[in-house]
């Protein structure tokens, strides 16, 4: 019973939580931070910023920074699909922008593991400039505007 009460709880709790964007929103500009949990995006409707939590904070590599797949996801608003070849991103553009993934992060995905999205962390720049944003470098941090 009192298992039952917690879990109807936690439903109750998680379903108060608004989503960080809705279905007739798009966001518009994201800042993203290296080291940072969260990414600051703005909506179209011109709203203040909100946060997106994200699978796995940004990494500096070799002067480029990589963000996780559920990061772009979220703020490309596209879902990851599967084909023969592995995973693929439909970006607003239409391109079709293929994940950089082993076939074992692959089918992680494919069963729905969460955790699989970190281990996916795609170049910045060049999957938002894919997708059809501008790309730019301020004060240590990545925005991407549409």
């Known amino acids: 019973m009192r298992k039952a009460a917690a879990v109807l709880t936690l439903f109750l709790f998680l379903a108060a939580v608004p989503p960080a964007v809705s279905a007739q929103e798009t966001v518009t500009k994201a800042v993203f931070r290296p080291g940072a949990a969260r990414v600051e995006i703005y909506l179209d409707n011109g709203s203040g910023p909100r946060f997106l939590e994200i699978s ?5 590599r070799d002067g480029r920074l990589y963000v996780p797949l559920d990061a772009v996801c979220q703020v490309v608003d ?6 023969g070849n592995g995973a693929v991103i439909t970006l607003p553009t239409g391109e079709l922008y293929r994940v950089p993934a082993v076939k074992q992060v692959v089918e992680k995905l494919r069963q729905g ?11 910045l720049r060049r999957v938002f400039e894919a ?3 501008r790309v ?5 941090t990545a925005v991407v505007e549409r």
């Open 56 to 60: 796995a904070p940004p990494e500096l």
């Open 78 to 83: 596209s879902p990851v699909d599967f084909d």
């Open 113 to 123: 593991d969460t955790r699989a999205w970190a281990e996916c962390m795609l170049p």
């Open 131 to 133: 997708a059809g944003y």
């Open 136 to 140: 730019m470098w301020d004060s240590g």
